[in-house]
């Protein structure tokens, strides 16, 4: 939630994870030539419902590779995500064109829905950016739409990607990967998971206001 994190029930692989300040980091000592590190949450019948997720991060150190990667997973499996699920993520570049934003399924196969590639998605090193994804289900499958955002200006367009054959996993968390034996650090703060309300609803709210206007206007009259 906003404010105060706490520690997130599961974490995994080098899992260097501790909550300073209300702030959620993680620290990877560079002890792989390939390693990635979660921390997750597990939300009972997330599929049926439509969503908001969204995180600040800031990245303080990070290995000078264009496969250094901070985000989310979502729908996944297990707690772990050492199998299927969504990876909504950002790619720290070496330089402005290496900088991306996507939206990968992994199960069985790892298959990118979609992607924004050039300098309009480059990130920096302390620097506070926020990540956030509309994820609405119906029946025609899954839609999860991706931005990014330093302060309140977007970077870049967003994306958006569908998928007719969603997966069904309850864990949702942060994620960062880096290739390369090298230190790195990030922090992520004001983790948020916001229903959206259905179109039913939205549209009850708008029938009570426009009641609520017609009801004003007659007692105006009336006057």
């Given at each position: 939630g ?10 995994s ?9 209300g702030v959620?980091r993680?620290?990877l000592?560079?002890?792989g030539s390939?390693t990635r590190s979660v921390a ?5 019948n997330?599929?049926n419902?439509?969503f908001t997720?969204?995180?600040q991060?800031t990245?303080t150190t990070?290995p ?7 985000g989310f997973g ?6 772990t ?11 720290f570049g ?5 900088a991306?934003i996507r939206?990968v ?16 998605y480059?990130?920096?090193l ?8 509309d ?6 499958g ?5 931005s990014?955002?330093e ?10 990607a569908?998928?007719?054959t969603?997966l069904?996993?309850?864990y949702?968390?942060?994620?960062n990967r ?9 922090s992520?703060?004001n983790?948020n ?9 939205l549209?009850?709210l ?11 206007s007659r007692?105006?009259?009336r006057s």
């Open positions: 906003t404010g105060g994190n706490v520690a997130f029930a599961n974490e692989t080098d899992a260097a994870w501790n909550v300073t300040s959620y993680n620290a000592t560079g002890s390939d997750s949450v597990q939300v009972s997330a599929l419902t439509s997720l969204s995180t991060f990245i990070a000078a590779t264009n496969t250094s990667t901070y979502l729908f996944g499996s297990n707690a995500f050492a199998s299927s699920y969504y990876l909504a993520d950002v790619n070496t330089s402005a064109n290496d991306m939206i399924k992994l199960s069985g196969t790892t298959t990118t829905l979609n992607s924004g590639v050039g300098a309009a480059a990130i920096a302390n620097t506070t950016y926020t990540l956030k994804m994820i609405v289900s119906a029946q025609s899954l839609t999860m739409t991706m990014l955002f302060g309140a200006t977007q970077k870049g367009t967003s994306i958006v569908t998928d007719t969603p069904t996993g309850d949702f968390g942060i994620r880096y290739t390369g034996n090298v230190a790195h650090s990030v992520y703060d983790f998971i916001t229903p959206i309300p259905e179109p039913s609803t549209a009850m708008a029938g009570g206001l426009v009641m609520g206007v017609v009801m004003v007692r105006a009259r």
